[in-house]
C-alpha cells in the first residue's frame, strides 16, 4: 500500500470507515453537533446493533476495497465501552482487505483518559488517539462550555503519549472572546510536551449554539477578522519554525504522523459512515459518484431499518467529483494537480495572480494566503461552474 508524505493513499480502492457515536456528557458553548446529553444509561450495545446493522448493509457498495483507517467521532465516543469499540473494530477489518497497517483512531475527551481506559483501548485495536483538549486555559474552557479543567487535558496528552503505542493528536480552537491568544495559546505552542499533530480550529458562530445567542444578544463579542488573521499567520509561524508542517487549513504535523482518515477525505478517497449523521462517499469507476448523510437525531436513526436511515443522497457527476477534489485540495499543503484545473482556467489565473496559489512540478498548492482565503477560492470555483 503506498501512501504519500500526506499519508494520503494514491489508491482509489482505499476506503476509511467512520463510525459516529452521538452521546457527550454536556454540549459545549460552541457545538451545533447531533448530540445527545448522557442524562440516564447509554444504550451501548444496542448502538453497537443499530451501526452494525448499518454497515453490513452497506459495505456491500465497496467491493473490493482496502481498509486503511477507521475513524470513531462523535459525540464522545470515548464514553462508549471499549467491549463495543473492539467488536466494531473487529467487524470492519474482518470485511475488507488490509495489509495489516490500518489506523484507527478515538476521538477521547481528556477526562476519560484514564490509565485504564487508554490500556483497555490499545487492547480494542485503537493506534490513534484524537484528545480533544481545546484549550490549556481554565478561564477559556469555562467560556467554551468544557467538562474538563486544564490539568485534565494536559495530563491526558502526557499520559497518552507516555503509553507508547498511540499516535496522539490534540484539538486547540483559537479566536475565543476573552481569551487573549498571547497569553492562552501562544505559550502552550512552545512547549515540549505538545504532541506530533494538532488540530487547531477558529471559534465559529453556528446557528442555534449558545455562543450565538451571546452574539446576538451582545453579550459576546467575536474578535474582528483582522486580528484572526494575524493569529493565524502567528500559529504557522511558530509551529512551523519547531518543525510542524501545516498540511491542511487547520492541521499540523511533523512528517509521517498527519492524520491518514482525513487526508482519505480531502484527496476523493471512498469512506463509508455509519450511526447518525454520518456521511459517506462513493466514487464509481467512470469518476462520478455519490453522497448521502443518515438521519440527524439518534432516536431516530435506532427507531429505522437499516436500509432505511438516509436522510440525504445526491448523486454526482464526474465534473461534480472533480469540483470538490479542486476546493478540497486548496485546503491542503499537497494541492491539486495543474491539469485537474483545465476547466476553472479562469480561476486558477486569478488564484495565482493573488497570490494565493503558487505552481511547483505540476501541482497548484495554496500559499499561506491561499490558506486565510480558501473559502473565497471555494466560492469562485462554485461561481465559475454556473
Ligand atoms: S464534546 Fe464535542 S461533540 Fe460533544 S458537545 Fe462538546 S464539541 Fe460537541
Redesign the pocket.
Known amino acids: 500500500m503506498a501512501f504519500d508524505c500526506m499519508g494520503r493513499d494514491d489508491n482509489m480502492n482505499a476506503i476509511g470507515v467512520y463510525i459516529h457515536y452521538p452521546w ?1 456528557r ?3 458553548s ?2 451545533d ?1 447531533s ?1 445527545e446529553i448522557t442524562k440516564k444509561s447509554i444504550p451501548h450495545n444496542e448502538y453497537l446493533e443499530a451501526v452494525l446493522a448499518e454497515f453490513r448493509l452497506r459495505v456491500s457498495d465497496y467491493p473490493q476495497s482496502h481498509i486503511i483507517s477507521i475513524y470513531f467521532g ?3 465516543p470515548s464514553l462508549w465501552n471499549a467491549d463495543c469499540i473492539a467488536k466494531m473494530i473487529h467487524a470492519v477489518l474482518n470485511e475488507f482487505d488490509t495489509d495489516g497497517d490500518v489506523e484507527i483512531t478515538l476521538e477521547a ?1 481528556p477526562r476519560d483518559c484514564t490509565e485504564e481506559n487508554l490500556i483497555r483501548w490499545k487492547n480494542a485495536g485503537i493506534t490513534r488517539l484524537s484528545i ?1 483538549t481545546q484549550s490549556f486555559d481554565d478561564s477559556t474552557l469555562i467560556v467554551l462550555g ?1 467538562d474538563h479543567d486544564k490539568d485534565n487535558a494536559k495530563d491526558a496528552v502526557i499520559r497518552a503519549m507516555n503509553m507508547g503505542c498511540f499516535s496522539v493528536s490534540c484539538d486547540l480552537i483559537f479566536g475565543v472572546p476573552k481569551s487573549r491568544y498571547e497569553q492562552t495559546i501562544k505559550p502552550v505552542l512552545n512547549e515540549s510536551w505538545l504532541p506530533k499533530h494538532l488540530s487547531i480550529y477558529e471559534l465559529t458562530y453556528e446557528d442555534k449554539t449558545l455562543f450565538s445567542s451571546y452574539v446576538k444578544r451582545n453579550v459576546l463579542q467575536p474578535l474582528d477578522d483582522t486580528l484572526l488573521e494575524t493569529i493565524y499567520c502567528d500559529i504557522h509561524e511558530t509551529l512551523t519554525a519547531k518543525g510542524y508542517e501545516h498540511y491542511e487549513i487547520s492541521s499540523y504535523a511533523y512528517p509521517q504522523h498527519h492524520s491518514r482518515h482525513n487526508s482519505l477525505y480531502w484527496s476523493g478517497n471512498n469512506f463509508l459512515g455509519v450511526g447518525n449523521s454520518a456521511a459517506s462517499f462513493q466514487r464509481f469507476d467512470d469518476g462520478s459518484g455519490k453522497r448521502w448523510t443518515n438521519i440527524r437525531s439518534v432516536k431516530s436513526y435506532m427507531k429505522h431499518a437499516p436500509d432505511q436511515r438516509i436522510a440525504l443522497e445526491q448523486m454526482l457527476s464526474k465534473e461534480d467529483v472533480m469540483l470538490d477534489l479542486l476546493w478540497l485540495g486548496s485546503r491542503t499543503s499537497s494541492g491539486t494537480a495543474r491539469k485537474d484545473w483545465d476547466a476553472y482556467c479562469d480561476v486558477l489565473t486569478w488564484l495565482l495572480s493573488e497570490g494565493l496559489g503558487i505552481e511547483q512540478n505540476g501541482y497548484i498548492h495554496p500559499t499561506l494566503r491561499g490558506f486565510l482565503y480558501a473559502d473565497h477560492i471555494a466560492s469562485r470555483l462554485f461561481l465559475d461552474k454556473k
Do not use: E
Request: some cysteine.
Open positions: 457527550c454536556s454540549r459545549c460552541y457545538c453537533f448530540i462523535g459525540g464522545t475527551n480533544g468544557r
